[in-house]
């Protein structure tokens, strides 16, 4: 659909709701015109809209409100971005969660009545529920006479057979048992050969190597003879040469030798001497020392590693052996705990079997002074100290039907008045009564707080809603509207189609037409100009 149908539609439908005497073909030719028809079918899509337009009630009503100076007065007292518009859609919803609520309400009152006719047939069947509950005890207790018998031997077997095992485990538990010691001592003496071996191994490591500190002295003793050596021989060689040479100038007699020349020869002879000895030294050490000490030093640095692998299995060992002493203390706790278990079982099976069992004289005694389930006993601490202490044989006695149901209702026993019949029925009544009360305030209570806590966050809601829609529309342009089924958008598109091929014959025809006037022109414009004015000031109130 084109813009320029979509707000001539737009505008035929505004004209017709709010009763202008606007034409179809007026408003064509206006949108048509080249002046403002573009703007027209802009302002007609994007603001001619069911949100921004009056209806005529509503028109009127406005006018109405102005006239008395209404208008401002309750633009003052509410906050109009915080009042929201009351939808048909919202009276619906209302009605629908009213209807809810009150389908609940129906439903728990029918549940309530409900149990009322529950119990009002419990406490009217009560007579035939205690005879045939008398008749119950008594074949159970025919059955109890059987199986105590049963259990008596049974428990006396079980008895004998749990002499037998205390007897086992007090000598497997008993300071004489040396089972634990034997298992501790063949760890602990692989542990001490290891800690032995280990004492050895460091023991080696920590001493020098004599070997290598006779060959380092050997080695140095030596260098220092041949330095000696050398520098006697040097001095020596001096000397001869020295001795040759005055000898042979005596013999020739050879006085044209310049004297200071011969004086600083002989100089430089002395200071040989003195520098023979550094000479000959860093010789020697460069030749024979340094080479023997860098083979004597790869000769230790293989000794160093075989160090740091010795001391690396030391610490591997060390390691084994604390894992192993950790594992060890684990399992020694574990084993003290279990003889403490075992101690703390045979002293309670102990107690158990020295217990008396009672007879079945003392049974029957029992049973002769159970009251009647018509009355109820009345407990006292010496009572209830007996039943708690009472062994498992004697906890098969039955509690009464009424006491039970007293302690699933979380009442006292002695609730319901002397025991009478009239007095217990009254006293249930009550505190059905009383429970009824309180499960209708309950019941009531929470759903008044339901319903204000869904009130306020739909009104939060709403309100939101509502602030986000007035600022998108205060804010943003108008986008495209769009409809909700897109069948129907489909059928609207075909029908536009139509619509402009129909005007397209119609424009072959356009120049044969009369124009309007410039005066219905003006006097168009002007009436739409004012409705539009209007439609603003409604917007802004």
Known sequence: MSARSEAESLLVAASASHGLDLGPDELRAALSDGHGGVELAHWATSSLVADNLLTVDELSLYNALDKSGQVDRLAELHDLAQVQPLREDDVRAAVED????????????ETLRHQRDALSRLVANRADTQARRRELEASRQRKFESERVRISSEMTEIAHGLEFRIEELKQDNGPESRSLRKALDVILQSDDALLTSLQKLGWELSEPDPEEAKSTDKLRETCLRLIKITVETIRTRLDTTYLSALATAQQSRDSGADPDETEALQAELESLYSEILPVAQMSVEQQHLEPALQSISARSGQSLRKTASSLTYMDQCFDYLLSRINALHAHTEVYNAHQSAVSRVVATAREEMAAEVPGPEAQTAFSA???????????????????????????MQEVPALDSLMQTLALPIDAYGDGSAHSQITALSKILRERR???????????????????????????????LRDSVLAETSFGEVNLVDPGIEASIDVLAQEVDKAKQKLDRFKDEKVGWGSLKRDEFVERWASQLLLCLLKMEY
Not at 98 to 109: D, E, F, P, V, Y
Not at 451 to 466: C, F, G, P, S, Y
């Open 98 to 109: 009213l209807g809810r609520s009150t389908h609940a309400m129906n439903k728990q009152a």
């Open 437 to 467: 009360m309180k499960d209708d305030s309950v019941a009531r209570s929470a759903q008044e707080e339901f319903e204000t806590i869904t009130a306020e966050r739909m009104e939060d809601a709403k309100r939101a809603v509502q602030l």
């Open 369 to 395: 002074e159970t009251p009647s389930p018509m009355k109820p006993p009345t407990r006292t601490k010496r009572q209830s100290r007996d039943m708690s202490h009472r062994r498992r044989s004697s906890s």
